[in-house]
């Protein structure tokens, strides 16, 4: 069974082939912007063009733009193909690539935009300690709980921290998605965005 993982919920766009758990082929690449307009070729890119049975797409959070590109192309993809579409949280697949060597608890740690970042601790069983929140910077040091930080923020949360705790500077990378645990998968693909719209309805008038 093969299966087309896809993620652009940050900087990085990447699409990858698996044969189940064994990577076939995968692209990489730390653009930005422009996910719309890469991530399609990216896919085409890769052998029978990316064609799967089983479709995984980020559900965030990071970017909205890039949440809702790659959404679109997965469900578009799911349609045209027949295949399943099933969505997983980014910060999920940060965490995995962290416990590569030895499983770990750690604190992911990502840009969440507007000066916060969005923080979720991880038990070394891999489980979910807490919801994924978006933080000032100060908040983000009280809210982590492990001596390991993972993820495009992990540094700069550290040398906040100021005690020594290790950085890991990961973006989520679909060459990673077997990585995943299949209990965090869903068909649910509403996206998380981790904290509020930044617009807002105004006030009525009196």
């Given amino acids: ?3 087309l993982a896809i993620e652009c919920a940050t900087e990085a766009c990447s699409a990858a082939l698996f044969d189940d758990a064994k990577l076939v082929d995968g692209r990489c690449e730390t653009i930005g912007r422009g996910h719309a307009e890469r991530l399609v070729p990216m896919i085409a890119e890769l052998p ?3 064609r799967a049975d089983h479709i995984l797409v980020s559900l965030g959070p990071g970017s909205f733009t890039g949440v809702r ?3 679109a192309a997965a469900r578009a ?3 045209a ?3 399943p579409v099933l969505g997983y949280p980014t910060l999920e697949l940060v965490r995995a690539r962290s416990g590569q060597a ?3 608890a750690v604190t992911v740690c990502m840009n ?3 000066g916060e970042y969005f923080v979720q601790n991880f038990a070394a069983d891999a489980s979910a300690e807490d919801q994924v929140r978006s933080l000032p910077p100060a908040e983000a040091a009280n809210a982590a709980r492990h001596p390991v930080i993972a993820g495009n923020r992990a540094q700069e949360l550290a040398d906040l921290l100021g005690d020594g705790r290790l950085a890991l500077d990961l973006l989520p990378d679909a060459n990673y998605a077997h990585l995943l ?3 965090r998968l869903t068909p649910d693909l509403a996206p998380i965005y981790g904290r509020g719209p930044d617009a807002k309805l105004p006030e009525k008038r009196r």
């Fill in 112 to 114: 969440g935009g507007h």
């Fill in 69 to 71: 590109i790659g959404l």
């Fill in 181 to 183: 645990d299949d209990a």
């Fill in 102 to 104: 030895q499983p770990r």
């Fill in 1 to 3: 069974m093969r299966t």
């Fill in 77 to 79: 993809l799911g349609l």
């Fill in 48 to 50: 029978d063009k990316g």
């Fill in 81 to 83: 193909w027949g295949a």
